[in-house]
């Protein structure tokens, strides 16, 4: 990356409709994104439901869609393997570009980022 372009890693942990913050890490990255830099997000702990398929909150704004818009745009996302399994989630309830990975996935995109954000 060049000096201007940084490489940011993501973890959301908190659900996708509990709290506004995994909605404001999507927009964070989608931006970052769209400006040039690369995005890893690792989605664990609850915020591993901010990458499920199929979601249709009324009265929420959609963070499917939004995940969805950071994938189209090139993001790194994984989900934290030992995370689903304790909440019953499978992985083909995955949206499609996510990968089911451990903590060692989060390690190597921890290790490659220059900056490093969690909510």
Known sequence: MTEDHQIFTIAIGDGAYTKERPYTMLRFAYT???DGHKVNIFLVEDGIFVGKRGQDPSNYDNVGKWLRDVLDE???VKACGVCMKARGMKED??????E?????GF?????????ILFS
């Not at 089911?100 to 060692?104: D, E, N």
Request: aromatic share 0%; net charge negative.
């Open 93 to 98: 309830e995955l949206m499609d570009g996510i």
């Open 32 to 34: 970052a994104l769209l």
């Open 100 to 104: 089911k990975t451990t903590m060692h």
């Open 74 to 76: 090139g993001a790194n």
């Open 107 to 115: 390690l190597e995109m921890s290790i490659e980022a220059d900056k």
